[in-house]
């Protein structure tokens, strides 16, 4: 179980930085796009007005204060949208920011196209771009940028010269194209390149953090299992005798005799749990012959004790290959694990679940499915954080919590879903993958 145990910090800190950066690319603060815009209104208005009634110059101020107004309009709409936490997706912040750079253009159109200094302003959605969004989005807005300022090298209202019929020489409007088109992907590639290695850090240090507070949680929640081990190990031990003298006691055709042998099994199944919560874990003989078994061996004895009359629990095993059965360790992570998927499938199951033990060359895969109501839409995405659950009735949540934990430790990806018959669900599904030479290596080291 070392190989095992090791691998699975490094599994559990990828998959936290995938998601970190997943997360970090669908989703951006609304609040930051909105005033970024109200500065660039305000730049705008203040440049129209000074040109226009400062330096006396007419301009078509109509179509340029319209274009300003539309700006304006967008963003009160934004305002009053209010999206869940603040944020909206990449899709959207990028259209905001397509906006921006045709709204700068229709302006740069009604007041000289590339002759105006401040088309240098281009560089600003790339800039932004490039520091929050993907760089499939950045890369689509740096070829807008480079359409644009193309198409106004050649097309635009003039500038009102003080002298008529005046022109900027077509070599210097080609070196102020030049100098749009080449900062735009300069800022794209350069600041794209800072911003990604940031996010990277950022990330990296975000799931190292979680890594250690999932596991100050499993430890805080161990101590109190080992401490309810050692307090409940008398009452149980009380339970136990009653239980036995009654049995003695009571006739074999009283109506009671079925209850009490019951009881007796599950005060037989608590002694066992309060004995593997209790057992140091080097007291396991690595030399044992039954410490493995076979996939799908491993996986019934997990789900044996969950076995109820009133819900029908299937196992089934297949190759999906001709390679061999894969043996894996009867560790209490593998066991206990599993146990507690199957436990959470039984109790939220209206008549059936499934157990599908599946394998080939590269992957092993156990699949747990219900037909009861599926996650709830906001436990779904925090299905693995402890303390949650909907249940209310003195159930802490706990359950999936050290499930998740126990098998990310035998090198497992966990992945929790609900399964939809058209807009309807039909029950949860939990999906486990293991690398087989993880299996392996961890079955051969011990």
């Known amino acids: 179980m070392a190989q095992t145990d090791d691998m699975s910090g490094p599994l559990q800190n990828r998959r936290l930085i995938d998601a970190g950066q997943q997360a970090r690319l669908r989703q951006v603060r609304l609040r930051t796009i909105i005033w970024i815009r109200w500065v660039a209104i305000a730049g705008q208005l203040a440049a129209l007005l000074i040109v226009q009634f400062g330096l006396g110059w007419s301009l078509p101020i109509d179509a340029a204060l319209g274009a300003v107004a539309a700006s304006v309009l967008i963003n009160v709409v934004m305002m009053f949208r209010r999206p869940s936490q603040g944020r909206i997706g990449e899709l959207e912040a990028a259209g905001y920011l397509v906006f921006d750079v045709m709204q700068l253009a229709v302006l740069l159109y009604f007041t000289g196209g590339l002759e105006n200094p401040f088309a240098l302003l281009f560089l600003g959605p790339v800039t932004i771009s490039a520091t929050i969004l993907s760089r499939t989005a950045t890369a689509v807005l740096s070829f807008l940028v480079v359409i644009v300022a193309t198409f106004l090298a050649f097309e635009h209202f003039p500038l009102p010269w003080y002298e008529p019929d005046w022109r900027l020489p077509a070599l210097y409007i080609a070196g102020l194209w030049s100098a749009v088109v080449v900062g735009t ?225 035998t090198g497992a990806r966990i992945r929790f879903s609900n399964i939809r018959d058209a807009a309807r669900v039909t029950g949860a599904e939990v999906v486990i993958v293991w690398r087989r030479d993880a299996l392996e290596v961890a079955r051969a080291k011990g």
């Not at 800072?194 to 430890?219: F, H, I, K």
């Not at 039954?290 to 061996?297: C, E, I, V």
């Not at 089934?316 to 009867?330: F, G, N, Y």
């Open 185 to 409: 992907l300069f800022m794209a590639g350069y600041i794209g390149s800072v911003a990604g290695e940031g996010r990277r850090m950022s990330d990296a240090l975000t799931a190292t953090q979680l890594a250690l507070a999932r596991e100050q949680q499993l430890s805080a929640v161990g101590g109190l299992a080992a401490a309810a081990a050692h307090e409940l190990g008398s009452p149980l031990a009380t339970i136990a005798v009653t239980v036995k003298e009654l049995s003695r006691e009571m006739p074999a055709d009283t109506p009671f005799a079925d209850d009490l042998r019951i009881l007796q099994v599950e005060v037989d199944r608590c002694r066992d749990i309060l004995t593997e919560i209790g057992r140091a874990p080097e007291q396991s003989d690595p030399d044992d012959p039954f410490a493995t078994g076979l996939l799908s061996d491993v996986v019934a004895a997990a789900a044996t004790r969950y076995r109820s009359e009133g819900i029908a629990l299937n196992v089934v095993a297949a190759a999906l290959d001709d390679s061999p059965e894969p043996v894996v360790p009867r560790s209490p992570e593998f066991l206990h694990g599993l146990g507690n998927v199957i436990q959470n499938a039984v109790q939220f199951g209206q008549r059936a679940v499934s157990v599908e033990v599946s394998w080939d060359e590269n992957q092993a895969r156990v699949e747990v499915r219900d037909d009861g109501r599926g996650f709830p839409p906001g436990v779904l995405d925090r299905v693995g954080e402890p303390y949650i659950s909907n249940r209310g009735d003195g159930h802490l949540g706990l359950g999936i919590f050290i499930a998740q934990t126990l098998l990310e430790r």
